[in-house]
T-cell receptor, first 113, second 112 residues
Framework: DAGVIQSPRHEVTEMGQEVTLRCKPISGHDYLFWYRQTMMRGLELLIYFNNNVPIDDSGMPEDRFSAKMPNASFSTLKIQPSEPRDSAVYFC???????????FGPGTRLTVL | DAKTTQPPSMDCAEGRAANLPCNHS???????VYWYRQIHSQGPQYIIH???NNETNEMASLIITEDRKSSTLILPHATLRDTAVYYCIVRVATNQGGKLIFGQGTELSVKP
């Protein structure tokens, strides 16, 4: 398996633009997690899904952020409109069951100018 | 989930054992101790976890004290590639599908 795949790896956009981050989890995994990492706040859990259903979105910072998982092999995190303070590295991770062993993707480095 | 306390940074000589401590004095009986690490510019990587017995795998050993209030992650022969931030996390085994709360971790620098 190729592991968790994220795209794009780098994204530079201007304030006010829509940004869509993509994630393909490991095949067979039933949990998918979206994290954000900044120097100030560290690694924060934004939202997670179980069997494509959002379970906990309490970490989503505000209504500008939305996440979807239309099927078991694909998820998106969308920011609309984007702001400079959204600049961060966004990680997607997947796991099987409640093991706590999560497999992380390489991340998407987002810069909002 | 219980809170953990780790030193912000540590140094280790290459080839020596790296011993990373973690305090989790409020841990509950059904909470596991997990360790992850994050090498610069990469996603976090699972290392090991345990409940109350010591655990060992190909990457590291985990020593949990008898009262479970603290633990130590041991990298037996540290290499330069082990330079990373190491996170100690406490969570209930069936907690919300493996939800993890990352703290600030310990930045380990392995020096030649």
């Amino acid at each position: 398996d190729a592991g968790v795949i994220q795209s794009p790896r780098h994204e530079v956009t201007e304030m006010g633009q829509e940004v869509t981050l993509r994630c393909k989890p490991i095949s067979g995994h039933d949990y998918l997690f979206w994290y954000r990492q900044t120097m100030m706040r560290g690694l924060e859990l934004l939202i997670y899904f179980n069997n494509n259903v959002p379970i906990d979105d309490s970490g989503m910072p505000e209504d500008r952020f939305s996440a979807k998982m239309p099927n078991a092999s694909f998820s998106t995190l969308k920011i609309q409109p984007s702001e400079p303070r959204d600049s961060a590295v966004y990680f997607c991770a997947s796991s099987y069951g409640t093991s706590g062993e999560q497999f992380f993707g390489p991340g998407t480095r987002l810069t909002v100018l | 989930d219980a809170k953990t306390t780790q030193p912000p940074s540590m140094d280790c000589a290459e080839g020596r054992a790296a011993n990373l401590p973690c305090n989790h004095s409020t841990i509950s009986g059904n909470e596991y101790v997990y360790w992850y690490r994050q090498i610069h510019s990469q996603g976090p990587q699972y290392i090991i976890h345990g409940l109350k017995n010591n655990e060992t795998n190909e990457m590291a050993s985990l020593i949990i004290t008898e009262d479970r209030k603290s633990s130590t992650l041991i990298l037996p022969h540290a290499t330069l590639r082990d330079t990373a931030v190491y996170y100690c996390i406490v969570r209930v085994a069936t907690n919300q599908g493996g939800k993890l709360i990352f703290g600030q971790g310990t930045e380990l620098s392995v020096k030649p």
